[in-house]
T-cell receptor, first 115, second 111 residues
Framework: DTAVSQTPKYLVTQMGNDKSIKCEQN?????MYWYKQDSKKFLKIMFS???????INETVPNRFSPKSPDKAHLNLHINSLELGDSAVYFC??????????????FGPGTRLTVL | GENVEQHPSTLSVQEGDSAVIKCTYS??????FPWYKQELGKGPQLIID?????GEKKDQRIAVTLNKTAKHFSLHITETQPEDSAVYFC??????????FGRGTQLTVWP
């Protein structure tokens, strides 16, 4: 069974469009994350939600809006797509830890290409 | 925030040799240091981790060392195999789930 799943796996779109990426986890975790991996493989955290509440927003442009309908799902909606948004987006999940780290499990990624 | 530096960016070794990847971090508040392996077309997967109150940890062919004073930590892979070829990331855990990654090391193991 897939622990963290993302759809779609590939997304090709034109500049200026709006698109969404969906993520689901079946691990029973209460915290979910979005990461962006650029063309040089640099992996950077974007957002984190704990029990549907936003707890991390790492200075991401307002065009990116995460939404968590329940603690098993975290979707990412991107408005007015730009060339620089082209990247691989990873969803991850874990049990919440304030000062204690709990392993983050990553999904397979969504490769977004903006033309 | 935390800044994690990772070296080298690429590493090629012969099968059976050892591989060492080194990382430094900037914030002494970081207390947990996981290492992730990312195979082509897949998401990162945890391979080993170390907490700040431990100096060394080993799991079969993989070991990690931590020097808190110098803010250095390293991954050691012995008896490398072709299936070890992947991108390896070090990371430092800050607060509230903030995981800061190094820029990755592309490890290639030649048969």
């Amino acid at each position: 069974d897939t622990a963290v799943s993302q759809t779609p796996k590939y997304l090709v779109t034109q500049m200026g469009n709006d698109k969404s990426i969906k993520c689901e986890q079946n691990l029973g975790h209460d915290t979910m994350y979005w990461y962006k991996q650029d063309s040089k493989k640099f992996l950077k955290i974007m957002f984190s939600y704990n029990n549907k509440e936003l707890i991390i927003n790492e200075t991401v442009p307002n065009r990116f809006s995460p939404k968590s309908p329940d603690k098993a799902h975290l979707n990412l909606h991107i408005n007015s797509l730009e060339l620089g948004d082209s990247a691989v987006y990873f969803c991850a999940s874990s049990q919440f830890g304030d000062t204690i780290y709990n392993e983050q499990f990553f999904g397979p990624g969504t490769r977004l290409t903006v033309l | 925030g935390e800044n994690v530096e990772q070296h080298p960016s690429t590493l090629s070794v012969q099968e059976g040799d050892s591989a060492v990847i080194k990382c430094t971090y900037s914030d002494s508040a970081s207390n947990y240091f996981p290492w992730y392996k990312q195979e082509l077309g897949k998401g990162p997967q945890l391979i080993i981790d170390i907490r700040s109150n431990v100096g060394e940890k080993k799991d079969q062919r993989i070991a990690v060392t931590l020097n808190k004073t110098a803010k250095h930590f390293s991954l050691h892979i012995t008896e490398t195999q072709p299936e070890d070829s992947a991108v390896y990331f070090c990371a430092a855990y800050y607060l509230l789930g903030r995981l800061y990654f190094g820029r990755g090391t592309q490890l290639t193991v030649w048969p």
